[in-house]
């Protein structure tokens, strides 16, 4: 059965574009027939950073509008033959996505597909409601500062009761946390908050702590996901947390201060 998965956060900027992109690229790893969607009309990101900008032809909006067909408009990715891209348009605003536009394309999605990742514009504005309405679960990104926290506990709030699920008095929508940017040694100077304060916060399950990475900046200016950088740390913690959404049982790693080798200590080698 088909999940319908969004992406979201309270405030921008905090890596929910590359998690998407992390995460539907490790589902379809895996063996699972994804479709990532970027609803960030007019700053539309996500075919950056997958790579594939160049062969947008048609975009989500088209598809709404009846300009092209979901066929059409779905990009097959280069590295993966189950895992595809639906961009958003670049010259319309956020109105024109519309609820019946999006449940008709999302439900035609979650025919062909087994995971269907919704990469949800920052805030509570239009586009970001629309994008968590008809989700079945939820990826919440927060960075370990206190008003990056504060604005994902509001949409905590907001997904627990303006979803589809939430008005129809169906089970909730499932609430997961990926923190990213995290640094141990800043965690232990006390200019970042710890995992435990987070969760302590939000309540809810932390599939991921992604540490903050050369490697993150690297893969989004390639176009490459991260995920597939399997030497790096954050690269490995994207995969981890693909692990944990799938129900493995996997121990959080990247969470203790690092001890540097002589090598590192030398030349301030770091990942």
Do not use: W
């Not at 010259?91 to 999006?102: M, P």
């Not at 990475?213 to 995969?239: C, F, R, T």
Request: include cysteine; charged fraction near 25%.
């Amino acid at each position: 059965m088909s999940k319908i998965f969004v992406v979201t956060s309270g405030k921008g900027g905090v890596g929910k574009t590359t998690t998407s992109a992390a995460i539907g690229t490790g589902l379809a790893l895996r063996g699972n027939r994804t479709v990532i969607v970027d609803f960030d009309v007019g700053l539309r990101n996500l075919d950056l950073i997958m790579g594939c900008e160049r062969r947008v032809v048609y975009d989500f909006v088209n598809v709404i509008n009846g300009d092209a067909t979901l066929n059409q408009a779905l990009i097959k990715d280069k590295r993966l033959d189950n895992l595809y891209i639906l961009a958003a348009s670049q010259t319309r605003d956020k109105d024109a996505l519309t609820l019946e536009g999006v449940e008709k394309v999302l439900t035609e999605l979650a025919e062909q597909f087994d995971y269907v990742i919704c990469d949800s514009p920052a805030g509570i504005e239009k586009g970001a409601h629309l994008a968590m309405y008809l989700a079945d679960a939820a990826i919440v990104v927060t960075n370990p500062e206190v008003s990056s926290v504060r604005d994902s506990d509001r949409m905590l709030g907001l997904l627990s009761s303006k979803s589809k699920r939430a008005e129809d008095g169906r089970e909730p929508i499932s609430e997961h946390l990926l923190l990213t940017r995290y640094c141990p040694e800043r965690v232990a100077r006390g200019e970042m908050l710890s995992v435990e304060d987070v969760e302590e916060i939000l309540s809810i399950q932390m599939i991921g702590v992604i540490p903050e990475s050369q490697a993150v900046l690297k893969a989004s200016n390639q176009g490459v996901p991260v995920i597939l950088d399997e030497e790096s740390d954050a690269g490995k913690a994207y995969s981890d947390a693909v692990d944990r959404l799938l129900g493995k049982d996997v121990p959080h790693r990247f969470l203790e201060v690092q001890k540097k080798g002589f090598l590192q200590r030398m030349f301030g080698g770091k990942e």
